[in-house]
């Protein structure tokens, strides 16, 4: 269940990025005005994405534009719902940002600019969508540059883990950075690190070559805990690795299981699965944690949002018509490129949590696909195939670990 055995491994170590220098002191909207400026004038701007409740937790001394409480980032972007600072309030980015070697020289995205899939380009855009959203925690996959995000959002009071895949396929591309595999970030000034656990996961009993971390955070002013994880599940579609994530998922579920106790969880990841696998009820059926999806839970209660929003992309009859709200209520994709293979837009990221020991306020929402562009992504306004997640959680009074 590893990468590409049958070429040779190049065993790279992540140091592209020591040459790079950020100016030290910088404020968030400095970080963003820095990421703007590293990557040029000419370069088109970010997709502009907005929160389902767009005035919920805004700053009441914030700018009013358009009839929405902006973020004060120099008008870079229109996302509101700024974080507050409540110890009960937990803002989560979940996103798989694609790994450079991959990205650039293994998966064939015919209609993406080779430009625009250089690390030059992609890296500032990454940090800017990160930061922009001010996020208390990050989980990410697809990492192969840990380092220069370390070192970036260590600016903004940032700290991470990080686990690599055992048998990363960017080994086997001969100009990589390191293997790729999953990070958790969290701001230090919010949260102290109880501990963190990596597992390779199994299947069947046998290790695979797909990994998850589990980070236990306590809230310095509360001193309430809770257990973050993230994973990335083996891709591809077939009715053998669908029973294969499945089993990823099980083995995953006893991981983050034996690593929270009884603490509140959140557990993001690229799944590789749409709505319609078996893992996908698995991880909500699971009865010890309880887990809900907080994309369809947010969109369940705003009543006004219709099923499906306007979009070329559309899931399978299937998922439209299982009985599970969840199911039905999940955002249309979470991802949408063109290959050489053809066009792929689906849902495979989630964010999921324990729904009896807090509530989900707000999520981003994601681009039309007239807004996204024929291209579809990675483009010059966006810089990995998957679309970032972000969610605000609160956790229920009394919670107390």
């Excluded at 999806?293 to 209660?301: F, L, N, P, Q």
Aim: hydrophobic share 30%.
């Amino acid at each position: 269940m590893g990468s590409f055995n049958s070429t040779p491994k190049f065993n790279n170590e992540d140091n592209q990025d020591d040459d790079v220098e950020i100016p030290a002191g910088l404020t968030t909207s400095d970080l963003v005005h820095h990421c703007r400026m590293m990557r040029g004038d000419q370069r088109p701007q970010l997709l502009t994405r907005y929160f389902l409740n767009p005035t919920d937790r805004c700053f009441a001394s914030q700018d009013i534009a358009n009839g929405m409480r902006l973020l004060n980032l120099d008008a870079v972007s229109k996302i509101c719902s700024a974080p507050v600072s409540s110890p009960r309030h937990i803002r989560v980015l979940q996103w798989n940002v694609l790994s450079q070697s991959l990205g650039q020289k293994n998966d064939g995205f015919v209609n993406c600019p080779d430009e625009a899939l250089t690390w030059e380009c992609r890296k500032y855009q990454i940090v800017q969508e990160i930061v922009q959203n001010d996020p208390d925690v990050v989980c990410l996959q697809e990492v192969d540059h840990f380092k220069f995000l370390q070192m970036t959002l260590g600016t903004q009071n940032y700290e991470g883990v990080f686990f690599p895949k055992p048998d990363s396929p960017c080994l086997y591309v001969q100009s990589n950075n390191g293997p790729d595999g999953c990070a958790i970030f969290y701001k230090r000034n919010k949260f102290d690190l109880v501990s963190c656990s990596t597992r390779i996961l199994q299947v069947w009993r046998v290790q695979s070559n797909q990994v998850a971390i589990a980070a236990i955070l306590r809230v310095r002013q509360s001193g309430k805990e809770l257990c973050v994880g993230t994973t990335h599940l083996k891709a591809r579609h077939s009715a053998l690795l669908s029973k294969l994530r499945n089993e990823q998922g099980k083995d995953l579920l006893r991981f983050m299981s034996e690593a929270s106790g009884d603490r509140p969880v959140i557990l993001s990841g690229d799944f590789n699965a749409e709505p319609v696998e078996p893992v996908y009820s698995t991880i909500l059926n699971y009865v010890p944690l309880g887990l809900s999806s907080a994309y369809a839970d947010a969109v369940e209660e705003d009543r006004s949002l219709p099923t499906e929003a306007h979009t070329d992309c559309h899931r399978s009859e299937e998922s439209l018509t299982r009985p599970e709200v969840s199911a039905r209520r999940e955002p249309p994709y979470t991802t949408w490129k063109i290959r050489e293979d053809g066009e792929v837009c689906h849902t495979i990221d989630y964010v999921f949590y324990s729904k009896d020991k807090m509530k989900v306020n707000n999520c981003l929402m994601f681009p039309q696909d007239n807004e996204i562009g024929k291209d579809r992504v990675p483009s010059f306004q966006y810089p990995s195939d998957h679309f970032s997640l972000v969610c605000d959680f609160e956790l229920h009074e009394g919670e107390d670990h």
